[in-house]
C-alpha cells in the first residue's frame, strides 16, 4: 500500500522557520494534488496548503498565507513545506496528502476537507515555542 512519508518536523522558537518534506513510499500514479494538513491537539484536521502538480497553482488557508510555501518536484511526486515567521499557534502534527484524480481548485473550494485526499502519510510533529 501507498504510503506519504513526512519528515523535517521539529522544535523552533516563535519566529523561525522549518522545512517539511514529503514523499511517497511506494509506487503512486502521480499526483493530481498535494497538500498538507495540520492537526493541533484537541482540534479538527484542517487544510494549510495545496498545489495542483500540472500547473503549480497553489492554495493556502488563510491563517499561513504570506508565512508558508508550498512547493513540488513532480519527477518525485514529491511536496515540499516552507514554513517561515512560525507562531505558537502553528504547533501541530503535520499530514501530507496527495490526490490521483480531483483538482486542487475543486478541494480548495469545498474547504479543504481531509476526505477529499487519497494517499495520506503519518505526520510529522512540528513544535513552536514562545
Known amino acids: 500500500q501507498v504510503q506519504l512519508m513526512e519528515s523535517g518536523g521539529g522544535s523552533v522558537q516563535a519566529g523561525g522557520s522549518l522545512r517539511l518534506s514529503c514523499v511517497p513510499s511506494?509506487?503512486?500514479?502521480?499526483?493530481?494534488?498535494m497538500g498538507w494538513f495540520r492537526q493541533a491537539p484537541g482540534k479538527e484536521r484542517e487544510g494549510v496548503a495545496l498545489?495542483?502538480?500540472?500547473?503549480?497553482?497553489?492554495y493556502y488557508a488563510d491563517s499561513v498565507k504570506g508565512r508558508f510555501t508550498i512547493s513540488q518536484d513532480n519527477a518525485k511526486n514529491a511536496a515540499y513545506l516552507q514554513m517561515n515567521s512560525l507562531k505558537p499557534e502553528d504547533t501541530a502534527t503535520y499530514y501530507c496528502?496527495?490526490?490521483?484524480?480531483?483538482?486542487?481548485?475543486?478541494?480548495?473550494?469545498?474547504?479543504?476537507?481531509?476526505?477529499?485526499?487519497?494517499?495520506w502519510g503519518k505526520g510529522t510533529l512540528v513544535t513552536v515555542s514562545s
Open positions: 498545489i495542483f502538480t500540472r500547473n503549480i497553482n497553489t
Open positions: 496528502a496527495a490526490e490521483t484524480s480531483r483538482t486542487c481548485y475543486w478541494i480548495f473550494q469545498r474547504g479543504f476537507r481531509p476526505e477529499d485526499m487519497d494517499y
Open positions: 511506494g509506487d503512486m500514479y502521480r499526483a493530481s494534488c
